[in-house]
């Protein structure tokens, strides 16, 4: 469990991306004069990559980078995109294409790098920015509902029909007219061809100035971008936006849940709980973000309390398996549609998810419980000799009463025990105990037996 636990984490929050350095892109830039000082005299371009669902955090974080640009003296801001869609409802998206459209700074947005998307309502700030394009094996599209502003949808050109239901890629979307950087062969493929892309560009009355050519030390003629700022959200906004992915949401929950319980039959409050307390947090928080089925919520709560059920006992029965098949049918249903497409979580996050928590409840805290509240380990041959009686039938194991305590154990010699009957116990193996009937049982032990009358 922990182990899960900690590779969830580690994937999220250890992954870096490495910036692809590419040779600028050269054609259809306008000619201009050789400078001494080189790009640095440029005016800045701000650069906040928006990743992942749209929610509140990166919605709010979005504005500020807006506000911040345009305080800061930057030329423009580069919207870097690639996003499955938006779950925030319909008032908060539309307030924030508004915010694009009627910002005093230049915004272009990106879609990329390679193989990024900007879906559902995400594609429609491609309506609203000054200046758009998009990276090779990017898409747009999948605009099941979309927005109003001022009365009027927005518009995407001759696309715009097209794109409710379909995709286009970088190709297609220039010829239909949706991208506003007119870019030809191979497009936008890094960041860095954006800026020499935007250079000369004049919007919003201002014109861009982003690239300088300057005399190298070989006496060539090279071209310099301007200096760009990167931006993100912040540490506790990325915990937070990072939590709302489907797939972290699901498996922060399960498994803060899961440690919950843990934690309760430790009897304390320990490192478990806080570990769990902190993750079933951030799970409900991602759930409270994301299209979630409440049927499909309500199944995946049951299934984690008929776990419990069974960890009380320390064997898994009925109770178990009924969890399992509860878990697995809230998995696969868990969650809705974002603007039309389904949110599915991913066969990896699926295995993983149903996996741990059955491996967690069938063998992990079942051991765990017996071991907790049974008699200690050390010192324990004192039982055998002793006589009891069958919990339940014993064939070859099963649950009995010695002491007025319960134990798992198993025939020592494979001679089935009805519930009711008589025992003894014959040997120790680990938590579980060896028993055999009180009655015609093998004199293993004898020198253990209490001398018959």
């Known amino acids: 469990m922990f182990a899960a636990l900690f590779a969830v984490v580690l994937l999220t929050f250890g992954a870096a991306n490495a910036a692809a350095q590419e040779p600028p892109f050269e054609s259809g830039l306008a000619e201009r004069a050789r400078t001494e000082s080189g790009a640095a005299e440029l005016a800045k371009v701000d650069v906040f990559e928006v990743s992942g669902l749209i929610d509140r955090v990166v919605a709010n974080g979005i504005e500020r980078a807006v506000e911040r640009s345009s305080a800061n003296g930057a030329q423009a801001l580069i919207l870097q995109v690639n996003s499955p869609g938006a779950v925030v409802d ?3 998206m539309t307030a924030l294409l508004r915010a694009l459209r009627e910002s005093p700074l230049p915004i272009a947005m990106w879609v990329g790098p390679s193989g990024a998307r900007a879906h559902g ?4 700030m491609l309506a609203v920015v000054d200046v758009s394009a998009m990276a090779p094996n990017s898409t747009i599209g999948n605009i099941d509902a979309p927005l109003r502003l001022e009365g009027e949808e927005i518009s995407l050109g001759d696309a715009t029909t097209l794109l409710r239901s379909g995709t286009l890629g970088p190709d297609e979307a220039r010829e239909r007219g949706v991208l506003r950087l007119d870019i030809p062969d191979d497009g936008v493929p890094v960041l860095r061809n954006m800026l020499f892309a935007l250079d000369g560009l004049t919007v919003k009355g201002a014109v861009l100035d982003t690239v300088a050519e300057v005399i190298d030390d070989n006496g060539q003629v090279a071209r310099e971008a301007t200096t760009t700022r990167f931006f993100k959200l912040g540490t506790f906004e990325q915990l937070l936006h990072t939590s709302a992915s489907a797939a972290l949401a699901y ?10 319980v843990f934690e309760f039959y ?5 490192i478990a709980g806080s570990v769990g307390a902190l993750c079933a947090l951030l799970g409900s928080y ?19 309390f008929a776990f419990a059920i069974d960890v009380q006992v320390g064997i898994p029965r009925a109770w178990t398996v009924i ?3 509860l878990f697995t049918i809230a998995s696969f249903t868990l969650y809705g549609d974002v603007q039309g497409q389904a949110l599915r979580l991913s066969w990896l996050s699926l295995i993983a998810g149903v996996a741990s928590m059955t491996l967690a409840f069938v063998v992990g805290m079942p051991s765990m419980v017996r071991t907790r509240f049974a008699t200690p380990t050390i010192g324990r041959e004192w039982l055998v000799g002793l006589e009891g009686v069958a919990a339940s039938d014993v064939s070859p194991e099963g649950e009995v009463m010695v002491r007025d305590a319960k134990w798992r154990a198993r025939t020592n010699r494979a001679t089935p025990i009805k519930a009711g009957e008589t025992l003894r116990v014959a040997a120790i193996d680990g938590v579980t105990l060896e028993v055999e009937p009180l009655e015609g049982a093998a004199r293993d032990y004898r020198e253990m037996r209490k001398p018959r009358q």
Do not use: D, S, Y
């Open 90 to 92: 319909e008032a908060r």
């Open 121 to 124: 309502w995400a594609a429609q």
């Open 251 to 260: 498996l922060l929950l399960a498994f803060g849940l899961a440690l919950l």
């Open 266 to 270: 430790t009897a304390g409050i320990g």
């Open 286 to 304: 991602g759930m409270a973000e994301l299209p979630v089925r409440p049927f499909a919520l309500v199944l995946l709560l049951f299934a984690v």
């Open 323 to 325: 969890g399992v098949v």
